[in-house]
Antibody
């Protein structure tokens, strides 16, 4: 079964850090470009970050640029999001999501997301 | 930056009826438009990509169409499990952007 499972969320004070993980199974992780998407309480979906299949290229939403870092370990079938200098407005459920198309080489193009994890909740509050 | 709008914000329909949801992009996104369903407490689920292609396992009662920068998701013969929020997403250029969503209540 194709599956993504996030972990690492929790309560953190403003200015603090948190590292989210996403464990992939059931597919060839190294062949897919990956993303993080978040959803603030009662709000819509916001794309956060993208990483190419080889981890050579990454993109960020302006709202997190310079504070968040996406990474992956293809040997461990895992995706990560290092979040620093957290703010109250970063409070959200964070989802990892897979690009719909498997790639031989990085496309660097955005895509639809066909597999999502169940999400991990991050609360930034004092 | 592209702006995505959706209408209506909410839609209340009876079982068996048809629902028509609209999504508009502020500029051309070609066919790079997806629709997602999000039931309460669940992760989003991909319904349609490429504006018109149903994702794997999606019932035929879900269909998508495009007319320029206007996109439509049609749900024919609504069922109770179709109660959800529906988001459109453009993936023609970075940043990927989602619309604000349409809440569909089937009752």
């Amino acid at each position: 079964e194709v599956q993504l499972v996030e972990s690492g969320g929790g309560l953190v004070q403003p200015g603090g850090s948190l590292r989210l993980s996403c464990a992939a199974s059931g597919f060839t992780f190294s062949s897919y470009e990956m993303n993080w998407v978040r959803q603030a309480p009662g709000k819509g979906l916001e794309w956060v970050s993208y990483i190419s299949s080889s981890a050579s290229i990454s993109y960020y939403a302006d709202s997190v640029k310079g504070r968040f870092t996406i990474s992956r370990d293809n040997a461990k079938n895992s995706l990560y999001l290092q979040m620093n200098s957290l703010r109250a407005e970063d409070t959200a459920v964070y989802y990892c999501a897979r690009d719909i198309a498997a790639v031989v080489a990085a496309t660097l193009e955005p895509d639809a997301f066909d597999v999502w994890g169940q999400g991990t909740r991050v609360t930034v509050s004092s | 930056e592209i702006v995505m709008t959706q209408s209506p914000a909410t839609l209340s329909v009876s079982p068996g009826e048809r629902a028509t949801l609209s999504c508009r992009a502020s500029q051309s996104v070609s066919y790079s438009l997806a629709w997602y369903q999000q039931r309460p407490g669940q992760a989003p689920r991909l319904l349609i990509y490429g504006a018109t292609t149903r994702a794997t396992g999606i019932p035929a009662r879900f269909s998508g169409s495009r007319s320029g920068t206007e996109f439509t998701l049609t749900i024919s013969s609504l069922q109770s499990e179709d109660s959800a929020v529906y988001f459109c997403q453009q993936y023609d250029e970075w940043p990927v952007l989602f619309g604000p969503g349409t809440r569909v209540d089937v009752k």
